[in-house]
């Protein structure tokens, strides 16, 4: 079975300042898919990023990247010039190529100070 | 419309209570879900029904009885539950297929067994 690990139960970044988030993952599979999903407090759970793994390019959306290392198996997201509404619990999520199955990792909760 | 909605916000049940949870989405997505997510922790996958059928149930207490009446409805009923059933119930939907197709998120329903 898949898993995901985030190795940062918690994470600070300085308003402005750039922030990344770490994600390593396990699997057998050649193809999948990787989620950054963003959950503030008592809202909504949205997306962030996403990434194929066929796909040697990194994704990028805007102020928010990631760092893909299909070998490595790591999946990481920077945020830049990081802003008050981006603090929320983040949580890195792969899903298999031919099912609709998605796991989560333990999540990052990320503070921004002003 | 990218809107998952459900009802209701909050729900307080005692254990011999039966009540029901609903979820309903009109972007004409085939894949609905349902989780569960405990305070600080991951949402973790419940069911999946795919095509209004049900393609995954992730080992779930038959206390716990998805149904999928149509393509944009899903609902979840519950009974006899038990006070560690308290969560969050969150609710997706998504295209399906072999494509990076993100799942959209319900804002939840707030559980509480008594």
């Known amino acids: 079975a898949q898993t995901v690990t985030q190795s940062q139960p918690e994470m600070s970044v300085q308003e402005a300042e750039t922030v990344t988030l770490s994600c390593t993952y396990d699997?057998?599979?050649?193809?999948?898919?990787l989620f950054w999903y963003k959950q503030p407090p008592s809202r909504q759970m949205i997306l962030v990023i996403r990434?194929?793994?066929?796909?040697?390019q990194n994704a990028t959306e805007n102020r928010f990247s990631v760092n893909f290392q299909k070998a490595a198996k790591s999946f990481s997201l920077k945020i830049s010039d990081s802003q008050l509404g981006d603090a929320a619990m983040y949580f890195c999520a792969y899903r298999s190529f031919d099912n609709n199955d998605m796991r989560f990792g333990a999540g990052t909760r990320l503070t921004v100070k002003p | 419309d990218t809107e998952v909605t459900q009802t209701p916000k909050h729900l307080v049940m005692g254990m011999t209570n039966k009540k029901s949870l609903k979820c309903e989405q009109h972007m004409g997505h085939r894949a609905m879900y349902w989780y569960k997510q405990k305070a600080k922790k991951p949402p973790e996958l419940m069911f999946v029904?795919?095509?209004?059928?049900?393609?995954i149930n992730e080992s779930v207490p038959s206390r716990f009885s998805p149904e999928c009446p149509n393509s944009s409805l899903l609902n979840l009923h519950l009974h006899a539950l038990q006070p560690e059933d308290s969560a969050l119930y969150l609710c997706?939907?998504?295209?399906?297929?072999?494509?990076?197709?993100?799942?959209?998120f319900g804002p939840g329903t707030r559980l509480t067994v008594t």
């Open positions: 029904y795919s095509y209004e059928k049900l393609s």
């Open positions: 699997t057998s599979e050649s193809d999948y898919y």
């Open positions: 990434q194929e793994a066929y796909k040697q």
């Open positions: 997706a939907s998504s295209q399906v297929g072999r494509v990076n197709y993100e799942q959209y």
